[in-house]
T-cell receptor
């Protein structure tokens, strides 16, 4: 599992509340990614990081922000959750020099 | 940007038969093509990948073929077993640090292997 954990694994929240999802890795990988998975859309990249404090947007970044203050943690924040952000969120890491990506177990988020 | 199309969206086969899933991509600079298997309630798992310097790669019952001219690649599973039932995703990427190793995924294929 490439030493990737995600927390929480499940969360139910209400529209308008802030939500932070955490991705933690134990193997010091430089590259980390946040995806969302929705029926009929596959996996879509939200944000990614290529080092501590180095982040950039993916294809569906609106409404999301990220932070990476240390190598092992990559946080995804929904500043004001909306029902359209109900999804399963996956974190992934890439092993440097190979671009093989390995995924965490996912967080199921429901916004009521 | 890259666009990856995957077909079919669902595939049902009898145990022991072969299954083929096909993907096309749009960015001629893409040169890394992984395949992922996702079981219910789990994260995607990398099962095989191919880089553009080879046309075919095999690992036991699974194989991937790549046609760079036509910009398509395929996953082949032989002698299918019920435990092969899952959602399979293809993806494409430029194989360089400059791309930050970002993957573009197809929308997935639900494979059902009937005993």
């Amino acid at each position: 599992d490439a030493g990737i954990t995600q927390s929480p694994r499940h969360k139910v929240t209400e529209t308008g509340t802030p939500v932070t999802l955490r991705c933690h890795q134990t193997e010091n990988h430089r590259y980390m990614y946040w995806y969302r998975q929705d029926p009929g859309h596959g996996l879509r990249l939200i944000h990614y990081s290529y080092g501590v404090k180095d982040t950039d947007k993916g294809e569906v970044s609106d409404g999301y922000s990220v932070s990476r203050s240390k190598t092992e943690d990559f946080l995804l924040t929904l500043e004001s959750a909306t029902s359209s952000q109900t999804s399963v969120y996956f974190c992934a890491i890439a092993t440097s020099g190979t671009n093989e990506q390995f995924f965490g177990p996912g967080t199921r988020l429901t916004v009521l | 940007g890259e666009n990856v199309e995957q077909h079919p969206s669902t595939l049902s086969v009898q145990e022991g038969d072969s299954a083929v899933i096909k993907c096309t991509y749009s960015d001629s600079a893409s040169n890394y093509f992984p395949w992922y298997k996702q079981e219910l309630g789990k994260g995607p798992q990398l099962i095989i990948d191919i880089r553009s310097n080879v046309g075919e790669k095999k690992d036991q019952r699974i194989a991937v073929t790549l046609n760079k001219t036509a910009k398509h690649f395929s996953l082949h599973i032989t002698e299918t077993q019920p435990e092969d039932s899952a959602v399979y995703f293809c993806a494409a990427s430029r194989d360089s640090g400059g791309s930050n190793y970002k993957l573009t995924f197809g929308k997935g294929t639900l494979l059902t292997v009937n005993p």
